[in-house]
């Protein structure tokens, strides 16, 4: 009989009951034996939605992993909590699928990579841009040499938050809006959109697919930032914009603006342009615009409008569409239960994770000290450091 893969959910907030879903009805040989979040009726709400009375609810994953049958657990909580939880979970024996970024400090960061390393056990980061059409497309590109050298890219992320998203009622899980929480009758907490310091640390979202592309990893960085509070939401201590830019092992100049509280015009503005030494691509940054392309070597005499996505006969196109951000959801956990079943490597294991969070961490220490720049450190194991070893230096 074929292998079932048996999922364990920590955090049914707005990401863990999506992908929750995705790995009990659509994604094949996959199924949901428990979820755990510490605001309990968050974790009933999402087993509704799951429709299975065989689905067990906890609010302590420890206990979970002790009753249940757990092949590999979903850890979709706020990324400060990633590293204790992930090794935890780790440390329990399960393989993990953590959502992005990694961790918020290069210590977490190191935290993580160790004890993969030291247990064995598969990890992979569901960031799903690295699945997008483009950047299937572009890597293509790159491989064949049509761009040439690649020297420069550049990306953003904007996705602008209204005031009911940084405090909860911490008994419901239901948004409490800045009103509301000022008024300080209900039982709050705040959300991760508070608790992210500088916007930048979310640009691993945003370099997973570029170095994904590139087949590359960043070695240097520097950042800058508007003032804080912000200009928008004056009771909200961070800045409205953060840039980060940064060089690669391969010579490539990046830069990526990230910024969650201005007004734009599409809510979530992904968008990244890539320059090379025979011409560029560029991806659309409203919906209304088309992706743009312009091959040296091609004679085109102007650019040319491009649509990058996937064929119709796409085989798991009708099952990966229905799940979030235009079916890329779909991608990670697929890839992370073949991981499990056929026992192969993951898409994006603890080195390509580390790899997008550290320079992003490193981008907020450099806008802390006057932008100065950081060397960022590899995490894969070598002449400096054993595997399953911590290292002298975080960085
Ligand atoms: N890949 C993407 O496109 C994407 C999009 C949004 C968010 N994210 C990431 O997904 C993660 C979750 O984001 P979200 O928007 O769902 O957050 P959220 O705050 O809505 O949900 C997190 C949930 O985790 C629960 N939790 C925290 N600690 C717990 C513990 N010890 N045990 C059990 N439950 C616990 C919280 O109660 C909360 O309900 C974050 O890391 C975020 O950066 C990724």
Redesign the pocket.
């Known amino acids: 009989m074929e292998k079932i893969v048996k999922w364990g959910i920590?955090?049914?907030?707005?990401?863990?009951?999506a992908l929750s879903y995705l790995c009990h009805h659509i994604v094949p040989q996959s199924k949901v034996v428990a979820l755990?979040?510490?605001?309990k009726p968050?974790?009933e709400k999402a087993a509704r939605n799951l429709k299975d009375p065989d689905i067990k609810i906890?609010?302590?994953?420890m206990q979970m992993l002790k009753n249940e049958d757990i092949d590999v657990v979903g850890v979709?909580?706020?990324?400060e909590?990633?590293p204790d939880?992930v090794c935890e979970v780790l440390e329990a024996g399960k393989h993990v699928l953590?959502?992005?970024?990694l961790a918020l400090t290069m210590e977490g960061c190191w935290k993580i990579v160790t004890t993969v390393e030291k247990t064995g056990l598969k990890f992979q980061m569901?960031?799903?841009?690295r699945y997008a059409a483009f950047v299937r497309s572009w890597k293509k590109m790159v491989a064949e040499n049509m761009l040439g050298k690649i020297l420069y890219c550049e990306g953003q992320y904007l996705h602008g938050m209204g005031p009911d998203r940084y405090w909860?009622n911490s008994e419901t899980?239901e948004r409490v809006s800045i009103d509301e929480a000022e008024k300080e009758k209900l039982p709050l907490?705040k959300?991760?959109f508070w608790n992210?310091k500088h916007p930048i640390y979310?640009l691993p979202?945003e370099l997973s697919p570029l170095l994904c592309i590139l087949d590359d990893r960043v070695v240097k960085v520097v950042g800058m930032s508007t003032k804080v509070p912000s200009y928008r939401y004056q009771w909200f201590p961070q800045a409205d914009i953060e840039v980060a830019l940064m060089h690669t092992e391969k010579d490539t100049i990046i830069r990526l603006m990230a910024g969650f509280t201005i007004e734009n015009l599409s809510g979530s503005e992904h968008s990244n342009r890539m320059v090379g030494t025979k011409g560029w691509v560029e991806q659309p940054k409203t919906k209304s615009e088309k992706g743009k392309m312009w091959l040296s070597e091609f004679y085109f005499s102007d650019r040319m409008d491009v649509e990058w996505g996937y064929s119709k006969y796409w085989e798991v196109q009708r099952s990966a569409l229905s799940t979030?951000?235009g079916g890329l959801?779909y991608f990670p956990v697929f890839n992370m239960v073949e991981a499990i079943r056929l026992d192969k490597p993951v898409e994006m294991d603890v080195y390509k994770a580390a790899d997008t969070a550290a320079p992003a961490i490193l981008a907020g220490l450099s806008i802390e000290n006057g932008s100065i720049p950081f060397n960022v450190p590899d995490f894969a194991p070598g002449n400096n450091r054993r595997s399953g070893k911590m290292p002298d230096k975080l960085f």
């Open positions: 920590i955090g049914l907030g707005h990401r863990g009951s755990c979040d510490t605001i968050l974790a906890y609010t302590d994953f979709f909580v706020a990324p909590d990633n939880i953590c959502e992005v970024p569901a960031e799903q841009l909860i899980g907490k959300t991760r992210l979310y979202h979030g951000h959801d």
